[in-house]
């Protein structure tokens, strides 16, 4: 059985074709992040209850710099 991940772009995607950014999919029980520029390489998965606090923890980083 094959299935269809539904990858979403971020809303902070930039101008042109919007290819500078990171795609989100939720699988559930994870969630899944690639980089939109390289979609055939490398995703990070989290544990969906994980994925809150580890988007909290880069919004804090990115306020302190």
Known sequence: MTTHT????????????????????????????????????ATLTFPARAFTPFIEALKARHSAD
Do not use: L, Q
């Open 6 to 41: 539904s990858w979403k772009k971020s809303s902070f995607s930039g101008g042109g074709e919007g290819n500078d950014c990171v795609e989100v999919a939720d699988m559930d029980t994870h969630i899944s992040i690639r980089d939109s520029k390289a979609p055939t390489r």
